[in-house]
């Protein structure tokens, strides 16, 4: 779990909520059932008229991203390029054939196959880019549809407190409920603009550093597996991945 989305979200809205009861309001003042659905179904209906249908419910399944994240998983292709490496180099490109069905990454397993079946290094590299290319440009889609509900659900929530206020002043003959009726009305751009700015923004800027995680761990694949076909030595090829990460390669053990 990403400990970093979860407590900010958890803080932005505690700190809100307590400068709230601070100015001797309470929670039932911004909880309204009507604005919300106001806010959040026109933003929904907005997307879901500049997007396709797909890409939206793609987004939707990738939210998980935003609170959870796999750790370590730079280090761990790295181990497993540079097993791949010293195993070529021991008994052949070729013996890497039985392992493939074991890659659990299918960029890397693509490659790999490729790469046994004698492809040279500038022409696996051209297959790959294009492929590396075409995945960044689909995963680009998913932060774009949090970055349009965000600037959607501001406006939205506007058009909820006039909406609201049309209401109010409907009802001017009793002066005892306006002020209340006013109050009421502005929840809606409370929840639009709070909605933007702490949620759907963020959301679409953590997304973004995921994908762009995703794809330097691509970068590396395919980098490490050129490295193998051209011969190069493990050791090295550990020390060419490492800038991947932006960590110096682990020091050798000394022996007695």
Do not use: C
């Not at 400990?3 to 309001?25: V, Y």
């Not at 004698?118 to 297959?127: D, F, K």
């Not at 009793?174 to 603009?193: C, E, L, N, S």
């Amino acid at each position: 779990m990403d400990a970093g989305s979860l407590g900010g979200i958890l803080l932005a809205l505690a700190g809100i909520l307590a400068g709230l009861i601070f100015e001797g309001g309470h929670i039932g003042q911004v909880m309204q059932p009507t604005a919300a659905m106001i806010v959040f179904g026109g933003t929904l209906g907005a997307v879901m008229l500049q997007f396709p249908l797909p890409t939206v419910l793609s987004a939707v399944v990738h939210l998980w991203r935003v609170f959870f994240h796999r750790k370590g998983g730079g280090e761990a292709l790295l181990r497993e390029i540079v097993g791949f490496a010293n195993k070529a180099r021991r008994k052949g490109i070729v013996s890497l054939d039985q392992d493939l069905p074991m890659v659990a990454d299918p960029f890397l397993r693509q490659a790999l196959m490729l790469a046994v079946d004698g492809t040279e290094p500038s022409e696996l590299r051209r297959i790959m880019e294009v492929q590396i290319d075409n995945i960044s440009e689909n995963e680009a889609r998913i932060p774009a549809v949090f970055e349009s509900a965000g600037g959607f659900s501001p406006t939205i929530g506007i058009i909820g407190a006039v909406i609201g206020l049309i209401q109010v002043m409907q009802h001017l003959d009793h002066m005892d409920q306006v002020g209340r009726g006013i109050a009421v009305a502005f929840v809606a751009t409370i929840y639009g603009v709070g909605a933007a700015n702490l949620f759907f923004l963020p959301a679409a800027g953590k997304l973004r550093q995921r994908a762009r995680e995703d794809q330097r761990l691509k970068e590396m694949a395919l980098e490490g597996v050129i490295s193998i076909i051209e011969g190069m030595n493990p050791r090295m090829i550990e020390i060419k991945l490492a800038s991947f990460q932006g960590n110096a390669p682990r020091e050798p053990e000394k022996r007695g």
